[in-house]
């Protein structure tokens, strides 16, 4: 008899952004970009490198996640582990050039059928992150 297998589901949210692959490259890959518009972090886009962000200093829920960049490839894919609250998933940014700047891809992958709340919350989260990623965007340079 085989076990059931369980299924896996994503938050996937893509945007047009006016800027360009470059310049959204950097909001993701700076540690002080990053802070901006998504949290504080000892990020450096180096395969293997192991980096916390955190919500710090706001005082009402500290969050901190544990993450590895999984993979590089400049200026197109950036992927790392998320865990924090007992998840296990991957976030993976796909860039891809357009007309008008680059068409964004966010997908966190790896929610298990039973982490709903955590499934619902990634998806509201990460529109609020995208949104201030836009706002970050415009103020650079």
């Known amino acids: 008899m085989t076990e059931p297998v369980l299924e896996r589901r ?3 949210i893509e945007r047009e952004l006016s800027a360009s692959p470059e310049k959204l490259w950097r909001a993701l890959t700076q540690p002080h970009l ?16 192991r ?5 710090e200093p706001k005082p009402e829920v500290k969050v901190t996640i544990e993450g590895e960049v999984l993979k590089i490839e400049e200026n197109k894919t950036l992927s790392y582990s998320w865990r924090a609250f007992g ?3 991957v976030v993976t940014f796909t860039l891809t050039p357009t007309e ?4 964004l891809r966010m997908e966190q992958a790896g929610f298990g ?10 998806r509201a989260g990460w529109t609020q992150f995208l949104k201030a990623l836009e706002e970050t965007l415009k103020r650079m340079d």
């Open 10 to 12: 994503s938050v996937i």
């Open 87 to 89: 998840l296990d998933t």
């Open 34 to 49: 990053l802070e901006e518009w998504l949290m504080k972090s000892d990020f450096k886009p180096v395969e293997g490198h």
């Open 51 to 55: 980096f916390t962000l955190s919500n």
């Open 113 to 122: 059928p039973e982490q709903n709340a955590a499934f619902y919350g990634a």
């Open 100 to 103: 008008n700047g680059t068409r």
